[in-house]
């Protein structure tokens, strides 16, 4: 017991004395700076708030005309794929998180307001080349008993830049001058923009799949606790602005 409490008073040399002591204060501090950064990165990527703000400013807004009630539109329509996914072991052709695109299209094939309806996209895939969207969202409209005659496939197009080259080729093909309705994502409608207006092909935005809230009825906890969906809103617009500046870089937009 003695002996105890004297150990007590004099403990002896500190074990993390010297260099020890060092080492561990700069992981110490490092970790705590690495777990700030997440924490600030996980606040600002995943806040509802900002990434709705952000969403808005972005996108083009809604078309205050409505294809099924309006006949005002030109007879052309370019979809801009992207809009299903092919499930090889079921057989299936199934509308992904952007079907208002295909659903854009098919209205107006419906109503009769388009003469033909270009859909543009191929296979970006590096290894399987079998499935081509553009002619499997053809087959998708078949099932509807939709009169796809007036449905031009581009199975050619990989990227939004070949997008507006090949429906150029086309349209050149086809004799056509006047503009075209051009349908996307309004995230996506930018960079679309850009690249139809390169190649020199007259366009009518009419962007869908509006991921802006405008109402903004925001809730106290959408200011300070992130959400799993905003990081993901966040990730598909980061997406849009690497690729629209990486266009802008290797000159394939002005």
């Known amino acids: 017991m003695i002996l105890a409490i004297l150990r007590l008073k004099n403990p002896g040399p500190n074990p993390l004395s010297g260099w020890k002591r060092i080492v561990i204060s700069v992981y110490y501090h490092r ?19 900002l990434t709705n703000e952000l969403f808005i ?3 083009l807004p809604i078309s205050t005309k409505k294809i099924h009630l309006d006949s ?36 107006g094939l419906v109503h009769q307001r388009f003469d033909r309806v270009l859909l543009s996209g191929g296979n970006s895939n590096i290894f399987d080349k079998r499935f ?73 935005p009419y962007p869908v799949q509006h991921i802006g809230n405008l109402e903004r009825n925001y ?7 992130p959400n799993v969906l905003a990081m993901e809103k966040m990730q598909n617009l980061l997406h849009e602005w690497v690729g629209f500046i990486a266009y802008k870089l290797a000159g394939k937009i002005d």
């Open 219 to 225: 809730s106290i906890t959408s200011y300070f606790i």
């Open 72 to 107: 005002n539109f030109p007879k052309t329509a370019v979809v801009l794929g992207g809009f299903g996914t092919y499930h090889v072991h079921s057989d299936w052709y199934r509308l992904n998180d952007a079907p208002e695109r295909l659903l854009s299209g098919m209205e």
């Open 31 to 49: 970790a705590r700076a690495h777990v700030f950064r997440a924490f600030f990165i996980l606040f600002i990527f995943g806040n509802t708030v």
């Open 132 to 204: 081509f969207d553009a002619q499997l969202a053809k087959n998708y409209l078949c099932r509807f008993k939709i009169d796809t005659s007036k449905v031009i496939a581009d199975n050619r197009s990989r990227n939004t830049c070949e997008n507006a080259l090949f429906t150029k080729q086309i349209l050149d093909s086809l004799s056509i001058r006047e503009p075209v309705l051009l349908i996307t994502s309004a995230a996506h409608m930018r960079r679309s923009i850009a690249c139809f207006d390169k190649y020199q092909v007259k366009i009518v």
């Open 57 to 59: 400013w972005w996108e």
